[in-house]
């Protein structure tokens, strides 16, 4: 065989190696730079989600501790329409007293009259305090949920 030809045959295979271990380099780097990228947005995105879960936690958290303080500002409300309740109860039996000496139809309906204010009293301050409670699980609910 020629010399030649055997020189040109062992150049032309080591180019070619060579083409081929540098394209093998390009193409793995190019793939770890891929990767690279891919791995940076997975931690971007983790980074998003929490913050998202911590800022919906905070709401909740808020929205809690704004339901407490509504929940005993209307326990107090209705402690206060209690107490004004029975004043006006006590009066009423004071009125009572004052009245049955000297008429005995008007102190039974005197009477009367005050044990249903005493009822309609009872019964819709009991539903008024119901009423604010439900309110304020609502307004809790509201602020609570993701914006």
């Known amino acids: 065989m020629n010399l030649q030809i055997i020189i040109a045959a062992v150049i032309a295979a080591v180019i070619a190696a060579s083409s081929f271990i540098g394209g093998w380099t390009i193409q793995s780097w190019r793939y770890g730079a891929k990767e690279t990228a891919r791995a940076q947005q997975i931690l971007v995105d983790q980074r998003l989600s929490a913050a998202t879960a911590i800022r919906r936690s905070d709401n909740v958290i808020e929205a809690q501790s704004a339901a407490a303080v509504r929940a005993v500002d209307l326990r107090r409300a209705a402690d ?68």
Do not use: I, Y
Request: net charge negative.
């Open 80 to 147: 206060g329409s209690r107490a004004a309740l029975v004043g006006l109860h006590d009066a009423a039996a004071s009125a009572l007293r004052a009245a049955s000496a000297s008429q005995a139809a008007c102190l039974e309906r005197a009477t009367a009259l005050s044990e249903l204010l005493g009822t309609v009293a009872t019964a819709g301050g009991d539903l008024a305090e119901k009423a604010d409670r439900h309110a304020n699980d609502v307004r809790t609910l509201s602020e609570a949920w993701p914006k």
